[in-house]
T-cell receptor, first 114, second 116 residues
Framework: EPEVTQTPSHQVTQMGQEVILRCVPISNHLYFYWYRQILGQKVEFLVSFYNNEISEKSEIFDDQFSVERPDGSNFTLKIRSTKLEDSAMYFC????????????FGPGTRLTVL | AQKVTQAQTEISVVEKEDVTLDCVYETRDTTYYLFWYKQPPSGELVFLIRRNSFDEQNEISGRYSWNFQKSTSSFNFTITASQVVDSAVYFCALSEDDSLTGKLIFGQGTTLQVKP
């Protein structure tokens, strides 16, 4: 069964460093998403991506964040200068169609900023 | 404004008990979609069900059942004869048709602990 994959599973970085989180969405899906879950809290929407551009983003998704689909399979989230408060689980999700579809999530990347 | 409320932070039951997880939502859209996801201790988010706003039929899948009531803006989830493997955090989520991208708005989650 097709699934969303994410790498790495755990990333530890120093404050101020850049990190790139990688995702491979399900192959026939057209909508891609990043969500964040701070430990013990709810899952929060960061950004959605469709047709090679950002279609929607939340207030959390400031200038420190960027997304890219560098090739036909990968979908990346970059945090330019990490802060302590960026420590969280980051989930990638994909959807074959937008509002009416079901999002399937990857296993997540746990980001720890020291 | 869209919002999902899961008032129960934690629930603890003994195996084989039935348990209901509550979910109340707010939306101005007439077309929307409701979801339940399970987050086991391993951390991944597992899709359980999707319901659209025009389909108020209750659904049963094995030991799981869902009760959708538009009149009270609720989409509750019942596990019958709970098992230890049901221990997880359960999230209710909302997607509005106006959001063409289908972003999900999650509730705070309910932690279910099933004791043997």
């Amino acid at each position: 069964e097709p699934e969303v994959t994410q790498t790495p599973s755990h990333q530890v970085t120093q404050m101020g460093q850049e990190v790139i989180l990688r995702c491979v969405p399900i192959s026939n899906h057209l909508y891609f998403y990043w969500y964040r879950q701070i430990l013990g809290q709810k899952v929060e929407f960061l950004v959605s991506f469709y047709n090679n551009e950002i279609s929607e983003k939340s207030e959390i998704f400031d200038d420190q964040f960027s997304v890219e689909r560098p090739d036909g399979s990968n979908f990346t989230l970059k945090i330019r200068s990490t802060k302590l408060e960026d420590s969280a689980m980051y989930f990638c999700a994909s959807n074959v169609r937008g509002g009416a579809g079901t999002q399937y999530f990857g296993p997540g990347t746990r980001l720890t900023v020291l | 404004a869209q919002k999902v409320t899961q008032a129960q932070t934690e629930i603890s039951v003994v195996e084989k008990e039935d348990v209901t997880l509550d979910c109340v939502y707010e939306t101005r859209d007439t077309t929307y979609y409701l979801f339940w996801y399970k987050q086991p201790p391993s951390g991944e988010l597992v899709f359980l069900i999707r319901r659209n706003s025009f389909d108020e039929q209750n659904e049963i899948s094995g030991r799981y059942s869902w009760n959708f009531q538009k009149s009270t803006s609720s989409f509750n989830f019942t596990i019958t004869a709970s098992q230890v493997v049901d221990s997880a955090v359960y999230f209710c989520a909302l997607s509005e048709d106006d959001s063409l991208t289908g972003k999900l708005i999650f509730g705070q989650g309910t932690t279910l602990q099933v004791k043997p």
